[in-house]
């Protein structure tokens, strides 16, 4: 068994924000057999890095799980939007 973790880093404040989104590309890729997602912000009373956003799920395997083409768009929009988050604390730095 394998636990997979995806991570994603945020801005200031907008750590709820992302983890919307990654609990509703999550459940696209549950819908499609995947096991359950959790979800949780690292620095919001548990250890680890602020503005943080992670999803951890267990995997009897490592192999896609490839998702219909509704959930795709649905993802990928998704996606574009945590990209977005991440981009504007990027560019604030600069």
Known sequence: MYM???VARTQPG???EVAGYL???CEAYESNGRNKAQIYIGG???PGTP???IA???QDTIEPNWPTKTQLNQIGRLMF???YVRIMLK???C
Do not use: D, P
């Open 56 to 58: 951890e799920w267990i």
């Open 51 to 53: 503005n943080t956003v």
């Open 23 to 25: 609990t509703k590309i």
């Open 14 to 16: 907008k750590a709820w």
């Open 44 to 46: 919001q009373g548990l």
């Open 4 to 6: 997979i973790r995806r």
């Open 81 to 83: 939007q945590i990209r």
């Open 91 to 93: 560019c604030r730095s």
